[in-house]
């Protein structure tokens, strides 16, 4: 089994990498693909850059060229909760676009507005993962995600977007990574750790947390891929 690996910044990526045994990298469409084994697994790596369109071309690369049976999309993600808190383990239970006009995506191809994770490894996901991050004093939480091309900071914003999705964080990426995986019946998870909360100031959380966060999610992902 392949799994590909897909992370919106080097920095979400590059630890992962350096814990990998590379055996092959070739660039495709502006991205490198770093092909190898991490805790045991055969993977493909890869960093797609910033938004929607990005990690689509990189997910549909990763099945179509690669022939990846599983897609890991990782990073990490603002809060829309005051339940979850910077550092917390989001573990996405589907993913949705909140910058798209309301049922497009039902009334035409898909015909799904809400793409949703695998269970099976929703369920790996929260039986690793949460001993990990309640050891260092954080939580582990399953809920919805969304997705949009746009970094959202406003307080009043965010609590919109999770008063209309009833979803706990928000992001670049997932959807449109959740949609690849989608149609082409590829069994797919996105785990997401939280660089700013819903208070003011979450610009300046962002800045703080990012390597922490990222520093978090890649010994999460290497502690999943090891029990998978």
């Given at each position: 089994m392949i799994w590909g690996i897909?992370?919106?910044?080097?920095?979400?990526i590059d630890m992962l990498r350096?814990?990998?045994v590379i055996s092959h990298q070739e660039t495709r469409y502006g991205c490198t693909f770093y092909r190898g084994r991490i805790e045991g697994q055969e993977v493909v790596l890869v960093c797609c850059g910033v938004g929607k369109v990005n990690a689509a071309i990189c997910a549909m690369t990763l099945i179509h060229s690669f022939?990846?049976?599983?897609?890991?999309h990782v990073g990490i993600a603002g809060s829309l909760s005051p339940k979850v808190d910077c550092l917390d383990l989001v573990i996405a239970s589907d993913a949705v676009y909140h910058d798209i006009e309301p049922g497009v995506l039902i009334d035409y191809f898909p015909h799904c507005d809400r793409f949703?994770?695998?269970p099976g490894l929703i369920k790996l996901a929260e039986t690793v993962c949460r001993p990990l991050t309640e050891a260092q004093g954080h939580r582990t939480v399953v809920g919805h995600l969304v997705s949009g091309d746009?970094?959202?900071?406003?307080?009043d914003k965010k609590q919109r977007l999770a008063h209309r999705f009833e979803a706990?964080?928000?992001e670049m990426e997932g959807a449109a990574v959740a949609h690849v995986c989608y149609v082409h019946q590829v069994p797919f998870l996105?785990?997401?750790i939280i660089s700013d909360s819903v208070r003011e100031g979450a610009w300046m959380e962002y800045q703080t947390f990012k390597p922490l966060a990222c520093q978090q999610s890649s010994a999460i992902v290497r502690a999943f891929l090891q029990a998978f």
């Open positions: 897909i992370g919106a910044m080097d920095q979400e350096q814990s990998a022939g990846v049976e599983r897609i890991l949703p994770c695998d746009r970094f959202i900071s406003d307080p706990i964080c928000v996105i785990l997401r």
